[in-house]
C-alpha cells in the first residue's frame, strides 16, 4: 500500500510539473490584499508564481479614495512600494477605489448632499484621475466600486443630478474610462450592489460604456452567501471581458482561523462561470482583518481556483488528493481530507439559518443584526421563482416551537461533523509532525466549539423571538435562560484560550455584548 500510495505522489506531483507549462485558461488570475502590512504583503507577493498569479489589487484597508495618495503621504509612498515589488515580479498592480467619498469639494456639496449637474463638478472628477496617473504611474489600473462608499451615485437621499441612474453610472464610468485611456491604464467596474434594482441600473449604465472597461462581478449577487445564486451579471455582456470575485479570505466564514475548505463549492461555482461569455479571469481576495489563507490549511481554496484555471479536466476530487498529499503527505492524505472536508457544512450549518444570513462577518451577531438581516438579506430576492423562500423568511421571522427545533437540527448535525473531523485527526495524528497535528488540532476545535456556540445562540435567538411571537411553551423560558447563561460560560473560555481572545469566531467581547443583550429583551419580555 506504501509503494503504491508513493506512486500515486509522483504521478500527480509529474502531471503538476507538466500542467505548470500549458496555458492558462484565463487571462487575469489575481489575488487582493486589504491590509497595509508592508512586510506580509511583499512575503505574500513571492509566493503568487507558485499559483500562477498574474495581477495584484490592493483594496480596503491599503486605499479606498485617490485623496489618500498624496505624493508625500505614507500610504502613497507604501503602495508606491508594493506596485514595484509587484513589477519585479511581473505582476500587473491595481489599486481599488471607491466613488464617491469625502474628497468631493465643497462646492459640490448641500446639506450633506452631492450635486452632480453644478457647473465643473465632471470636470473635477476628471482632474483627479488625471492628477492620479501622473503622480503614481507605477499603477498599472484601477478597480472602481459604487457601493459602500459616503455618496453612492444611485442614491436620492445622498446624490442629487437630473440624470437617471442608469446615467449617473455610464457618467462617472465613462469620465475616469477617459484617463485611464489616455495614461493607457486597466479600468475594472465592479457590479457589487445590494438590491436587484440597483444592478438593474448599472446593467443599463454599462450598455453606455466603451467595451474596454472590463467589469468584475462576485461570484454570487450582493455578499459572500454561499447559498446565493450566481450572480446574473456573469454573462450579461458577452462582448466585455469579466473577472469573476471569489473570497478566500474567509471573511463571513471564520476569517481563515476556523477551517473552510470548500474546493467542492468553488469548483461548482467556477463551473459554471467559465461557460459564460466574457468571463477571462478570477480575483480572489486573500487576507480579511489581518487573517490570511495562504498560509492556512483555508490555502486549498486558492490551490482550487489555479488548478481550475490550468487543467480543464481537473476536479475536485483530484484537487483533495494533490493538496493533502502535497501538504500532509500520503499516509495522512486520506484522513486528513476526511477531517478537513465536512468543515464547509459545519461552518454553513452553523453561521447561517436555514441558509438565511443571520452571522455578522464571522462574529456573534446583535440582535438588531440578525433579526434585520433576515428580511434585509433574504434569498427570496435573489430566488422569486421559488416560492419556499419567502415562506422560510416568513417562518424565521416569526418562528413558532417547531420553526425553533428545526433550526436547532441543523446545528446538531454540525456539532456531530465537527466531532467527527476531530476524531479523524486524532487518527492522523501517527502520520502528522506534531506542527501539524497542533495547527489543525487548534482550528478544528474551535470549528467544533463555534459550532456549539452558534447552537446556544440559535437557541437564545431565536427562542426568544419564538416567546415574543407568544408562543408561551412550558420551559422555553428556562431554555432561553440556560442558552444565556452557557454563552457567558464560554466568554470566559475565550478569554483563558490565547488562541481565541478577542479574536472571531466565538471571541470573549462578541459572546459578551450578545448575551448582555439577549439578557435584558428576554428580562424585558416578562
Known sequence: MKRISLLIVVILMSLLSVQSDAEPLVSYRAWQFHEMDVPYVQKTLQKAPEYNINTVVYSHGMIRQVSQLDENSGRGKQLRTLAQVA????????????????????????????????????DWL????????????????????????????FSEEEVQSELSMP????????????????????????????????????????????????LQSKCVPHDWQPYYPHNPMIGKFPERELIVEFDCSSEFTGKNRILYTSPEYFEYRWRYDLRQPGVVGYNARIDHGGYDAVSTPNNI???????????????????????????????????IEKALKPSFEVVNRSFFAREFWITNHSELPSFDYANGHIQSRTIAKWKPDQPEYKQREQQLQHPDPGTLE??????????????????????????????????????????????IIW????????????????????????????????????????????????????????????????????????
Open 87 to 122: 513589477h519585479d515580479l511581473d505582476l500587473k498592480a491595481w489599486i481599488w477605489i471607491h466613488e464617491l467619498e469625502e474628497d468631493v469639494p465643497e462646492r459640490y456639496l448641500d446639506n450633506d448632499r452631492v450635486y452632480l449637474d453644478r457647473p465643473g463638478f465632471w
Open 126 to 153: 476628471e482632474n483627479k484621475y488625471e492628477q492620479l496617473f501622473t503622480d503614481f504611474p507605477e499603477f498599472d489600473g484601477i478597480l472602481l466600486t459604487f457601493h459602500e462608499t459616503e455618496y453612492k451615485i
Open 167 to 214: 446615467d449617473r453610472f455610464a457618467r462617472m464610468i465613462n469620465t475616469i474610462d477617459d484617463m485611464c485611456r489616455k495614461y493607457n491604464k486597466d479600468f475594472v467596474v465592479r457590479s457589487f450592489l445590494y438590491e436587484p434594482q440597483q444592478l438593474e441600473w448599472f446593467a443599463a449604465g454599462l450598455d453606455q460604456v466603451h467595451e474596454r472597461v472590463m
Open 301 to 335: 481554496n486558492l490551490y482550487t481556483l489555479y488548478r481550475l484555471t490550468e487543467d480543464p479536466a481537473v476536479t475536485a476530487r483530484d484537487i483533495w488528493d494533490e493538496w493533502t498529499m502535497k501538504h500532509y503527505g500520503a499516509k495522512a492524505s486520506d484522513l
Open 406 to 451: 428545526w433550526i436547532l437540527s441543523e446545528k446538531d448535525t454540525a456539532i456531530a461533523l465537527a466531532e467527527e473531523s476531530l476524531e479523524y485527526l486524532r487518527q492522523a495524528r501517527p502520520h502528522l509532525t506534531a506542527d501539524q497535528y497542533d495547527d489543525l488540532y487548534w482550528r478544528l476545535a474551535l470549528l467544533h466549539r463555534t459550532a
Open 455 to 526: 447552537q446556544l445562540h440559535a437557541e437564545a435567538f431565536f427562542g426568544y423571538k419564538t416567546l415574543a411571537e407568544g408562543h408561551h411553551v412550558p420551559g422555553l423560558e428556562s431554555r432561553v435562560f440556560r442558552a444565556i447563561n452557557a454563552l457567558t460560560r464560554q466568554a470566559e473560555v475565550s478569554r483563558l484560550n490565547p488562541l481565541i481572545g478577542e479574536d472571531p469566531p466565538a471571541s470573549a467581547g462578541e459572546l459578551t455584548e450578545v448575551t448582555e443583550e439577549l439578557e435584558n429583551l428576554l428580562r424585558e419580555l416578562r
